[in-house]
């Protein structure tokens, strides 16, 4: 199996390219995140950035790449014929090795989104991005766009965990900076990034 791993700081359209693009490309999406929201769910509490993050961290303590285990056991659990997956919400290079170790080196691409912190917040407030936020991560999602200072708070969480080294060693970089996302320019970018997948997997 194939990993095409989408890295990118929050709403830098990683995880909106791949939902797009599955269909097209017949490549399911995964994303790590699934599994977060649900440890926190579980334990009764909100999902704020700061349970998040104690959360997640808790997780990480018992193994750094837990999540990205999570999601690939899943997988494998729920769809053993899959040739080839996008996974949405790795930040560590620990994860990046267990996926080398799991698949083979060969089998992990990674591909980086990047935008301005500004584009990305405003980003909250898109109606595709409330539609698809649901749970605990439509609560998060509240809260980071009535306060910005929350929504640094998960920047430097991501960051934190070593997700700046990962979009630095990307095999290949999106730019999907927009201030009037997502309409201007996505179609662009969709394309170059659907150039990209298919270049490595045919």
């Known amino acids: 199996m194939k990993v095409i791993v989408m890295l990118g700081m929050p709403l830098s359209g990683k995880t909106t390219h791949a939902k797009v693009?599955?269909?097209d490309v017949n490549i399911p999406l995964y994303e790590t995140g699934t599994f977060v929201y649900k440890e926190v769910e579980e334990r009764g509490l909100e999902a704020t950035p700061?349970?998040?993050k104690i959360v997640a961290g808790?997780?990480?303590?018992?193994s750094d790449s837990y999540f990205t285990e999570k999601t690939i056991d899943y997988v494998l659990v729920n769809n053993p014929e899959a040739k080839v997956i996008f996974i949405s919400g790795i930040k560590a290079l620990s994860e990046i090795e267990y996926?080398?170790?799991?698949?083979?080196?060969?089998?992990?691409?990674l591909v980086s989104f990047h935008a301005s912190v500004d584009t990305r917040h405003a980003r909250l407030m898109n109606a595709?991005?409330?539609a698809a936020s649901?749970?605990?991560?439509?609560?998060?999602d509240l809260a980071m766009s009535k306060d910005k200072s929350r929504f640094n708070i998960r920047d430097t969480k991501e960051l934190g965990y070593g997700l700046g080294k990962l979009m630095a060693l990307?095999?290949?970089?999106v730019n999907t900076e927009d201030k009037k996302w997502p309409y201007n320019n996505f179609a662009t970018?969709?394309?170059?990034?659907k150039e990209i997948i298919k270049s490595v997997v045919e």
Do not use: H, I, M, P
Not at 100 to 108: I, R
Not at 170 to 173: E, H, N, R
């Open 21 to 23: 693009l599955q269909d």
């Open 58 to 62: 808790e997780c990480k303590s018992k």
């Open 189 to 193: 970018t969709l394309s170059n990034f």
């Open 170 to 173: 990307a095999d290949f970089v």
């Open 99 to 109: 996926l080398n170790e799991k698949l083979g080196a060969d089998n992990v691409l």
């Open 128 to 130: 595709d991005r409330q």
């Open 50 to 52: 700061e349970n998040v």
């Open 134 to 140: 649901q749970g605990g991560k439509g609560v998060e």
